[in-house]
């Protein structure tokens, strides 16, 4: 098995495409035709990790956090930054990052959280706008189903938990093939009528290149006519933050409680909790202060991040509580989530899940 073929499970998972644009996820350091060895999952590359992969026989790390984030002018080891990427290249390790991308899909980091305090009913708090496409495809009746076929195994046609769906209309075709065709059907220099079928389906812009080459390569023309179009539908399984309910109703306090024992936090950051009983749930993995307004329009009783800051309490106005449960603590489930993705793929290959916390922040 070769570190591509790995990255290709992620990546179908959490298409690279779905990356914010100052992020920087994806093979950072080593060649993704190297024979996997041995893998290690953890959050943040740090000097100590790549000595446990080492340890472990692992020449490929998988994180969360990409060890390179902005640009690299010089390695000569003067940050830890620098001093990862020295010693993983002198053991021959090949690190990646799966970071925003993971963030972003349904089930995803924020997911883990839901799935780790026990909500239902979850959804996407803030899912994505423009990122929806639809393709209209014209082919002769006989071929529909192939056609039609291929697109859905190359991603078209899901609409919420419902897939293969698609639009179908019978009509007719005109065309005149030149000097230089070979034309399917008709003849040279001649018009030709020709029964077709209009094929139409959305689908998410990352799947696009795979939903053309899937048409192409198994509609019988010789000029394949079909079209894109942009929407503005909202793509509910994409987006940041999740939203659902607990089971039944809990004081707020014991809700806290609840949350600090579940996610293994050491400590909660939260404003005033005015009596507060809990059943509705936000929450973000990392850091989530920008879905604050979200939240309280999704009527949210408690909104549950890391990284608040103080002035941004303020912004709960008295009508939701804000847990402030620490980025790292909200984020740590993420290597069960690559964990399951990659065994479930290859269940005879064991992923090494690394014993060290890369938490920089320490509770007292």
């Keep these: 098995m070769k570190i591509q073929d790995i990255i290709s499970v992620i990546e179908k998972h959490a298409p690279k495409s779905l990356q914010e644009s100052y992020d920087n996820s994806g093979l950072l350091l080593g060649d993704a035709n190297t024979e996997v060895e041995g893998l290690l999952i953890t959050i943040d590359v740090t000097e100590d990790i790549v000595e446990e992969a080492v340890k472990k026989g692992c020449n490929f790390i998988i994180s969360h956090h990409p060890i390179i984030f902005g640009g690299i002018k010089s390695i000569t080891g003067k940050n830890y930054v620098e001093r990862v990427v020295i010693k993983a290249i002198k053991y021959n390790i090949a690190i990646y990052a799966a970071h925003t991308n993971l963030d972003s899909v349904y089930d995803g980091v924020s997911k883990m959280i839901c799935d780790k305090i026990g909500l239902q009913n979850v959804k996407i708090l803030d899912p994505r706008k423009e990122l929806l496409k639809k393709v209209v495809v014209y082919c002769p009746v006989d071929y529909a189903s192939k056609v039609r076929e291929s697109m859905f195994n190359a991603g078209a046609g899901n609409i919420g938990n419902y897939d293969k769906c698609s639009f179908n ?83 707020a306090e014991d809700f806290l409680f609840h949350v600090k024992e579940n996610m293994k936090t050491g400590c909660i950051k939260y404003n005033a909790i005015n009596n507060k009983t809990v059943r509705r749930v936000a929450v973000c993995g990392g850091s989530g202060s920008f879905l604050i307004k979200k ?69 007292i």
């Design 169 to 251: 209309a019978v009509g007719k075709g005109t065309f005149r093939a030149g000097e230089k065709t070979n034309p399917f059907v008709g003849e040279k220099n001649i018009l030709h009528t020709e029964q077709e079928e209009r094929i139409e389906m959305v689908f998410p812009d990352y799947c696009q290149g795979n939903i053309i080459r899937s048409i192409i390569n198994n509609h019988p023309y010789e000029e394949v006519a079909y079209d894109i179009y942009s929407l503005d539908n909202v793509f509910d399984k994409v987006g940041f933050g999740m939203i659902g309910d607990l089971s039944k109703e809990l004081a």
């Design 295 to 363: 939240a309280l329009s999704a009527n949210a009783d408690v909104f549950i991040t890391g990284d608040i800051k103080y002035h941004e309490f303020f912004d709960a106005e008295d009508k939701m509580i804000i847990a402030d449960i620490g980025h790292y603590e909200s984020e740590q489930f993420t290597k069960e989530l690559l964990f399951r993705l990659i065994s479930e793929k290859f269940p005879n290959f064991v992923p090494n899940l690394s014993e060290i916390s890369t938490n920089p922040v320490k509770y």
